[in-house]
Nanobody, 124 residues
Framework: QVQLVESGGGLVQAGGSLRLSCAAS????????MGWFRQAPGKEREFVAA????????YFADSVKGRFTISRDNAKNTVYLQMNSLKPEDTAVYYC?????????????????WGQGTQVTVSS
């Protein structure tokens, strides 16, 4: 069973930065790609970014392009989400997830494994 554990969330002022980490169990690289999603109170879970384990291809939601980057460390089985120029509307619980399948990385139902989430709060 694949396990994912997020960390790095917290409270930051608008314009600041945070780096989220998602540490995975050793079998995670059998997954094709990893994604980050977020969910704000009263809203549906939304796609943020994704990265493939092999080629390192990256994908981003329009709302975070140019501000967020996603990377992976294959040796550490860890995926990172670097968030810069944070805005109050970025406030949410952030989840990492793993999918066994290629494509459609922006759909939550494509993902097979989920972490417990980490809270990110951006104050104005």
């Amino acid at each position: 069973q694949v396990q994912l554990v997020e960390s790095g969330g917290g409270l930051v002022q608008a314009g600041g930065s945070l780096r989220l980490s998602c540490a995975a169990s050793a079998r995670i690289q059998s997954n094709y790609a990893m994604g980050w999603f977020r969910q704000a109170p009263g809203k549906e879970r939304e796609f943020v970014a994704a990265i493939t384990w092999s080629a390192g291809s990256t994908y981003f939601a329009d709302s975070v392009k140019g501000r967020f980057t996603i990377s992976r460390d294959n040796a550490k089985n860890t995926v990172y989400l670097q968030m810069n120029s944070l805005k109050p509307e970025d406030t949410a619980v952030y989840y990492c997830a793993g999918t066994l399948y290629a494509g459609s990385y922006n759909f939550a139902n494509r993902y097979d494994y989920w972490g417990q989430g980490t809270q990110v709060t951006v104050s104005s």
